[in-house]
């Protein structure tokens, strides 16, 4: 653990809009609302130390700012909501569960190690 | 004669391959995990055993797949990687030329976008069945068509079906009402293809930059009807489906194993194909590390706990197994 902290921080930005229309099977847990969050930043804490940073947004919120591209792309019908994002690159469109979510910040993980 | 062994294990198969010192394909072997990861692993182990010569050393191991963290403690892994990254390793010594893998396994599916060998991009399902594998077996079983007759049997499509499947939920549904209806099999099978191929492309590929050559690979590739559908879905023929896609994450954990010990220099934690003769006992306890109170199986060899899996994040696979229950 005390290595990790020295590594660079990972920064987990779950974007969603409730007013989307969702998909209606609903498979899996869903983790893509900010009701989750506090949970999932313990789980997260466990698994990789202070490394990660997650944060929830709405689409609103990211209008402006260094993620106003993915909101174009989302408006754009290139991308799909929920939207699980890692270092600001789209990995997930749509829903996920707490084991995508940790292979994609593993993959992030080994992709910089390697 | 020293050989390298990969391993990558998923929700619904096993593959174990087997490279040499060169980094070439041996052997290797593709079984159903059936839901008992660990018989599957040493059903796999008494595969290989049986095909190999009798000179044959096992140097290095590497592990992948979902359940990387349990196959490595069973087995001895040198190595344990995510998918991805196994994955890239072993297209990129296959199929040099790849810009864009696409991967569809029998839970998951995955695309990986390659510039120079190296991975500009990757997107991940693993929740909604619609891109994956089970898609197919689901709708073949409802069909009572085996899984293996699927992709021969579509490509004798004359007038495909649209399936409305972006759901398989919603698929079967439609599928039923087509069969009422009194499509053709065949056309009905070349429809669910293309409904997988449209789901993977506007679930998983939804964004990404899909160059060719695109290597389609894991166990969905063995389906031509699928090989088929992602052609006309990306309307080009310049889809290679690899000599042992479906091992490929093994070959590369394999690969990965070889470059580990190579720079490592130590004997390998490979525990020997013994093992797959060894009595494991599996016994559960509940996780209390987060309100979701998962049960955990811990996996005990000679009394002695030597891994755990199980529920809905890889805490306890990545604990050493020394440490003991209860969160």
Known sequence: MPEMKRQATIRVTVIDDARSPKCEARCGLDLSSPDTFKSTTKVLRRLFGGRVKLEYATLDAIQAGPLAEIDARVKAGELSLPLLLVNGKPRVSGYFDLHLLQESIQVEIEMAAH | ?327
């Open chain 2, 1 to 327: 004669m020293n050989l390298y062994l990969g391993i990558d294990i998923g929700s619904v198969t096993i593959k174990l391959a087997l490279i040499d010192e060169g980094g070439w394909f041996f052997d290797s072997v593709y079984l159903r995990t059936q839901g008992s990861p660990i018989q599957a692993i040493q059903q796999g182990l008494r595969l290989l055993k049986g095909r190999l010569p009798e000179n044959a050393y096992v140097g290095g191991v590497g592990a992948t797949g979902s359940a990387r963290y349990l196959a490595a403690a069973i087995i001895g892994g040198d190595v344990i990687k995510n998918e991805i990254t196994s994955q890239v390793i072993a297209t990129v010594r296959c199929v040099p030329e790849a810009k864009t893998i696409i991967e569809i396994g029998g839970q998951d599916s995955k695309i990986i976008i390659l510039r120079r060998d190296m991975v500009a991009d990757f997107g991940m399902n693993t929740v909604c069945a619609a891109g994956t594998g089970s898609f197919l077996d689901h709708q073949a079983a409802r069909l009572g068509i085996a899984i293996e007759d699927f992709g021969d049997r579509a490509l004798r499509s004359r007038n495909p079906v649209r399936i409305a499947g972006k759901c398989t939920v919603f698929a079967e549904s439609d599928m039923i009402q087509k069969q009422q209806m009194g499509h053709r099999t065949e056309d009905i099978l070349y429809g669910l293809c293309q409904a997988l191929a449209r789901n993977y492309l506007s679930n998983v590929g939804l964004g990404k930059e899909v160059r060719t050559p695109v290597v389609f690979q894991g166990g969905v590739a063995f389906n031509r009807g699928m090989v088929r559908a992602l052609k006309e879905a990306l309307e080009t023929e310049d889809v290679i489906v690899p000599p042992h896609h479906e091992a490929m994450g093994a070959i590369g954990a394999a690969l990965l194993a070889l470059e580990e010990m190579t720079a490592r220099k130590t004997r390998t934690e490979f525990k020997g194909f013994e093992i797959s003769e060894a009595e494991y006992k599996t016994s559960p306890f509940e996780c209390q590390a987060c309100p979701n109170l998962c049960e955990i199986a811990q996996i005990s060899l000679d009394g002695q706990v030597i891994a755990r899996c199980g529920g809905r994040c890889d805490m306890w696979e990545r604990k050493p197994a020394a440490n003991t229950a209860g969160a």
